[in-house]
């Protein structure tokens, strides 16, 4: 039943329809269906096979940003259910959470930002394309404890070391973890900037950030 519903979901990201999307990511919910395995076993794969095709010529703007919306509309859709199913009720530190400046790409911030929520993390979500200067004022003013920065594009990624480079300009480098994540970042990308942590997907992040915390 779930494979069957889980083939529906990546088509229907495929077909770009939102209203399917909706239907099915509640139909998930009502069957007790994880939130987060409908997300990376069913509406993912369709995404990633929009983008591979987009990347190989054979899809176009339009159906990535379709796909992009229809994936948006499902995460929603499931957003509750995942907010639900978070048992930690403690608060285990604050997060400031972005897309770094010039990336508009939100779905797997969001998803971040739901799961380290729904883990007990209080989120500060300044949604796509923030400004360096938006990101660590906001790490002040909240006294944060972890800044979180998402990136898609290997054209943006340089912004999460320019944050921590004007962290370090301001001699307040020390004061928060930085914590990276987005399908280009890597390991290597990790050391070179100096951040504290990463990781490759959603509850990762949790996992990373309650390390961070000295929770884990
Ligand atoms: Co764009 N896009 N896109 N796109 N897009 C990619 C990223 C791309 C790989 C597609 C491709 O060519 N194969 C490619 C980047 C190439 C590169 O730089 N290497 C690309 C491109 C080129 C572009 C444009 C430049 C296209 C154009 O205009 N010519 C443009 C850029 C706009 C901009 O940002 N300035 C663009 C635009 C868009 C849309 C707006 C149409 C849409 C986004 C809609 C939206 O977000 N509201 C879109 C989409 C949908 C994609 C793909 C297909 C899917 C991204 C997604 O939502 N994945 C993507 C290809 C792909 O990744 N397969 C692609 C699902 C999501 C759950 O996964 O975001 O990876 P993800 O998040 C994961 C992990 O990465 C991790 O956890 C998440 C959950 O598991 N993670 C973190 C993410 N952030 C984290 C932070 C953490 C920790 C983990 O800690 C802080």
Not at 85 to 107: C, P, W
Not at 124 to 138: F, N, P, R, S, T
Not at 197 to 216: F, T
Request: net charge negative; with cysteine; aromatic share 4%.
């Amino acid at each position: 039943m779930s494979a069957e519903l889980f083939q529906k979901m990546a088509q229907s990201i495929i077909d770009g329809d939102s209203d399917v999307a909706v239907e099915l990511a509640n139909e998930a919910v009502a069957a007790g269906v994880d939130p987060l395995e409908a997300i990376t076993s069913g509406f993912v794969i369709g995404v990633n096979q929009v983008g591979e095709a987009f990347s190989c010529g054979d899809a176009f703007l339009p159906e990535l940003v379709m796909a992009g919306e229809a994936m948006k509309a499902a995460v929603l859709a499931l957003e509750p259910e995942m907010q639900k199913r978070g048992s930690e009720r403690q608060m285990l530190g604050k997060v400031v959470l972005a897309t770094v400046a010039g990336d508009i790409h939100e779905i797997g911030k969001s998803l971040v930002g739901t799961m380290l929520s729904a883990s007990g993390f209080q989120v500060y979500d300044l949604g796509v394309d923030a400004a360096i200067d938006k990101i660590i004022g906001k790490a002040i003013e909240v006294n944060a404890d972890i800044i979180a920065m998402s990136a898609l594009l290997t054209t943006t990624m340089v912004k999460q070391r320019e944050v921590i480079e004007e962290l370090e300009k301001e001699n307040i480098r020390g004061k928060f973890k930085i914590m990276v994540g987005g399908a280009p970042v890597t390991k290597d990308w990790v050391q070179k900037i100096g951040a504290d942590g990463y990781s490759e997907d959603a509850i990762g992040a949790v996992n990373i950030a309650k390390a961070l915390m000295g929770v884990a």
